[in-house]
């Protein structure tokens, strides 16, 4: 592992493995909300468990420990410090950060030190985001999958970002405390505890499907503090409209499909719904909006583990069998859903649109293997949440507790 060391940070280079990287990127892909500003997206660990994705928490535990041992080790404070924050945070064309330091404002004046992790690539996924320190070395770090920056989070360390041009830059970011009371493991054990030990939640055939929160943390507008949802559009179904596909609901009514607001629509995707591709839809329904985005991401995140379509079990059926037109659907009323301005979309997400070896090998056996192996991989994730979690309450502290 390569480094390059100054009294007050640290570079660390393929700190996090390739595949860790795309595990974090599908999360955030497939949760986040309208982050903390213009042309942000962010996914908080206590937001993964306000939408029964508590599960989702599991791939971070390891991380997290390994990252405030590295910090504790560097800066000479070991047992010394909390996790304040962890969050996966991405920044689309237009978001920038001038020269500031992250304890310049009031009520951050807890917070001792940061770390960032890049989760993907300067000049591949996006452009722009350059990170800049105003003094010291190094002066200027380049996202690279993998790599770690730690540094301290006063003064000595005032820093900024360069404007993303193009496409959208994903990093895992924590900020440590030494103040015991912004502990972020003891308040994340609380919601985890009132949400799984509260009823028999685990009685249900599919425990693990994604509940969306309201609307408004979904809605993208250029202008966040505007309250007008006349332009934008829906983060959910634009992540599935770039990647080719689209929502399809019967539970418009008339009032609904005559609306002109996108955001008075995008409600819908609190419901069921159907997942199409080019005029196809796929015959089984989903839940609500962000179950088949879940899919969608998984499927972007596992394609080059996919097995070949003759080698898809014929448990998995014809691939006529697993879809329909849309003629189909004309005695159910299937609208197809556009949730938004699609130019802004493209302008916004655009940049990530077309993996050609997805585009070319895509069809509806290998979407029917790819729904079975999410539904395989949350299981086993909420199976571990369920086994750890008294663990931690008994600890007040999230850790890896092994096999």
Avoid at 26 to 31: A, N, Q, Y
Wanted: with cysteine; aromatic share 12%.
């Amino acid at each position: 592992m390569g480094e390059s060391e100054h009294p007050l940070r640290l570079i660390l280079h393929d700190f996090l493995s390739q595949n860790l990287c795309k595990e974090l990127e599908f999360i955030h892909k497939s949760c986040c909300t309208v982050g903390y500003r213009p042309n942000v997206f962010s996914t908080t660990l206590s937001h993964l468990i306000a939408t029964n994705c508590g599960h989702l928490l599991i791939p971070f535990v390891s991380i997290r420990e390994r990252l405030k041992d590295k910090v504790e080790e560097f800066f000479g404070c070991e047992y010394e410090l909390f996790i304040e924050f962890t969050g996966l945070i991405s920044w689309t064309k237009g978001a920038s950060i001038g020269w500031h330091s992250d304890d310049n404002r009031s009520y951050l004046k807890q917070r001792d030190f940061a770390a960032v992790c890049y989760l993907n690539n300067h000049g591949k996924d996006f452009k722009g985001g350059v990170f800049h320190f105003q003094d010291g070395e190094p002066t200027s770090v380049v996202p690279v999958a993998g790599d770690l920056v730690i540094y301290t989070a006063d003064s000595c360390n005032i820093h900024s970002v360069d404007e993303i041009i193009e496409g959208e830059r994903l990093t895992l970011t924590l900020w440590f405390t030494r103040d015991s009371s912004y502990d972020e493991d003891v308040k994340l054990i609380s919601l985890l505890s009132q949400t799984l030990l509260s009823g028999s939640v685990d009685d249900r055939p599919f425990p693990f499907l994604p509940s969306p929160a309201s609307s408004n943390m979904y809605w993208f507008s250029q202008d966040q503090a505007s309250h007008d949802h006349q332009e934008g559009f829906d983060i959910r179904w634009a992540r599935i409209h770039v990647l080719h596909y689209t929502f399809g609901t019967t539970n418009l009514t008339i009032n609904d499909a005559t609306s002109d607001s996108s955001f008075h629509l995008s409600e819908s995707l609190e419901k069921p719904l159907r997942l199409g591709r080019q005029n196809e839809f796929f015959k089984k329904e989903f839940a609500n909006g962000l179950h088949p985005l879940q899919v969608v991401q998984f499927y972007c995140w596992k394609a080059t583990e996919l097995p070949t379509v003759n080698n898809i079990s014929d448990e998995f059926g014809n691939v006529k069998e697993l879809s329909c037109s849309l003629e189909d659907f004309k005695n159910d009323s299937l609208n197809v859903m556009f949730l938004g301005d699609q130019k802004l979309v493209l302008s916004i997400f655009g940049y990530e649109s077309s993996d050609k070896k997805l585009q070319s090998s895509f069809n509806w056996a290998h979407f029917s293997y790819v729904v079975a192996a999410w539904e395989d991989y949350s299981l086993q994730l909420r199976r571990e949440l369920i086994t750890s979690l008294p663990h931690w309450r008994s600890n007040h502290s999230i850790f890896a507790t092994g096999t």
